[in-house]
């Protein structure tokens, strides 16, 4: 993933919240916890507003074509 690329959310929520919405990627944010775990969560930008997502939903965004 690189930043500012186009994606689309298939994720199906309760919400549906992110379900077919575009989204843009906004770069890693990087968790060093006190017991030396890395934790890497990734920005999206959606609906005006910059969201967090864990690693585990990346499988549910697909990258646009330009």
Same mark, same amino acid.
């Given at each position: 993933?690189?930043? &500012?690329?186009? %994606? *689309?959310?298939? !994720?199906?929520?309760?919400?549906? *919240?992110? %379900?077919?919405?575009?989204?843009?990627?906004? &770069?890693?944010?990087?968790?060093? *916890?006190?017991? &030396?775990?890395?934790?890497?969560?990734?920005? !999206? !930008?959606?609906?005006?507003?910059?969201?967090?997502?864990?690693?585990?939903?990346?499988? %549910? !965004? %697909?990258?646009?074509?330009?």
């Amino acid at each position: 993933m690189e930043l &500012g690329e186009l %994606y *689309r959310c298939t !994720f199906r929520s309760s919400s549906r *919240r992110w %379900y077919n919405k575009l989204c843009v990627y906004g &770069g890693e944010d990087i968790i060093n *916890r006190d017991d &030396g775990a890395k934790i890497i969560n990734h920005w !999206f !930008f959606v609906d005006g507003e910059m969201r967090l997502v864990d690693a585990a939903l990346l499988k %549910y !965004f %697909y990258l646009l074509d330009n």
